[in-house]
């Protein structure tokens, strides 16, 4: 940020003076990073994610890696005549916070996309309000497969909402995935499945379920329990009879930590193996000692393993955000990039950010470059086209890669 002089020639002089310079703070604040000034135009890159509460850790993440790629953009400018900011919103992981964010987001005419949701049922609530005002979304975290292809994507696949794309694969991907897994290199022929009955946790344990059995595995129970549940005990004691050999969850890691606790300490000794959501180091600190040897799947290969990252690992560790990227850092800073690639072909000739919103979901539709996560580009329904994922395992208290391949 440039600096200015004061000159002390009189009070008015001084206030006024001061009121320059705390202008020339307004992209830092928000996030955008090298601050606006001169005659350049603003346009925002909107952020929705819990930035509170119990997922707050994956929201945090998603918010940073956006702000180092708007900031690196500013720095280069990368957008001749524009600068742009960070407009972080908090939807508390709640569909109806998420749906005010949004409409907040949409009634700031220097909003021109948004990354965003972490989860998929708030999702549900965003992308028509995102829609109608013509902004581009592109979620790093967000994989039920209906909000790409709707409700009947297995039988009739349709895109819903043209504005709406995702950095990671599905759960149409990642439960056959998890069931493969399983099945093929585990050997345990034997499971019981868990879901939390909301959108993400119960279209995972659908599509593992699906695959699973059609491997000829054999599902020996399968519960449910409430979002706001914290006593597992009654369903761990329905399970338990059936002697499965391993427990699927569909959920996340506030609820899955202590699931995974509270069903080995009543004598139900398996691993228990669970999709993204429950890939966070807070899912080994509520799970404690006994999360060793649980498993998750998440999207892509290990960040710390590509090439690709290591530029992004070392600029973000060097910005100094309080918070790590986390399981969806790289995904949220691709997206961001995507975003940026799009920006650069719609605010090219655009009086304003609001007047290029529609051009940039068009511009959106056709990026295609090199990112974080490997090649960044999206299919006719806006998912992401690298079906790239990997199996970590709990190994002496941290997350561990075992497995990494394509689905195919």
């Not at 009879?241 to 009543?266: C, H, I, R, V, W």
């Not at 998750?296 to 790590?324: C, H, N, Q, R, W």
């Not at 072909?345 to 996560?373: H, N, P, W, Y």
């Amino acid at each position: 940020m440039p600096q200015r002089s004061v000159v002390t020639v009189g009070t008015s002089m001084l206030v006024a003076s001061l009121a320059l310079a705390a202008c020339g703070t307004r992209g830092e604040e928000s996030g955008g990073g090298g601050g606006g000034g001169g005659d350049k135009k603003v346009a925002k890159i909107g952020v929705i994610a819990p930035l509170s509460g119990d997922l707050a850790a994956l929201g945090k993440g998603i918010q940073h890696s956006v702000e180092l790629a708007v900031k690196q953009a500013n720095e280069s400018n990368a957008i001749e005549g524009w600068t742009l900011e960070v407009a972080a919103k908090d939807d508390e992981a709640k569909p109806d916070v998420g749906k005010n964010a949004a409409t907040a987001l949409a009634s700031d005419k220097d909003v021109v996309g948004v990354v965003g949701t972490l989860n998929s049922s708030v999702a549900q609530s965003v992308q028509p309000v995102l829609a109608q005002a013509k902004i581009a979304q592109i979620s790093p975290a967000n994989t039920n497969p209906s909000l790409t292809q709707g409700p009947d994507f297995k039988n009739a696949p349709k895109r819903t909402y043209p504005g709406y794309f995702r950095t990671c694969t599905t759960d149409a991907v990642q439960g056959p995935f998890a069931a493969r897994y399983l099945f093929e290199k585990a050997g345990i022929k034997k499971i019981a499945t868990v879901h939390d009955k909301k959108t993400y946790g119960q279209g995972l344990v659908e599509s593992f379920t699906e695959e699973y059995k059609k491997l000829g595995g054999q599902v020996v129970a399968a519960e449910t329990i409430n979002p706001d549940d914290d006593d597992y005990g009654p369903v761990i004691s329905k399970i338990k009879p059936s002697s499965p050999a391993a427990l699927y969850y569909g959920g996340e890691y506030p609820q899955a930590g202590p699931f995974s606790q509270q069903m080995k300490a009543a004598g139900l000794n398996v691993p228990l193996m669970g999709g993204d959501g429950i890939f966070s180091g807070e899912f080994v600190k509520l799970a404690g000692k006994t999360s060793e040897g649980d498993l998750s799947t998440s999207v892509g290969a290990p960040v710390e393993e590509l090439e690709t990252a290591k530029t992004f690992i070392s600029d973000y560790e060097k910005a100094g955000y309080a918070d790590p990227y986390e399981a969806y850092g790289a995904y949220s800073y691709d997206a961001a990039k995507a975003i940026i690639e799009g920006l650069k072909v719609s605010l090219k000739s655009a009086d304003s950010a609001e007047a290029a919103r529609q051009a940039t979901i068009d511009a959106i539709g056709k990026v295609s470059f090199d990112g974080v996560t490997g090649k960044v580009a999206f299919d006719e329904f806006g998912d992401t086209t690298s079906r790239v994922l990997t199996v970590y395992q709990v190994k002496s208290g941290k997350w561990a890669p075992v497995n990494t391949e394509e689905f195919k």
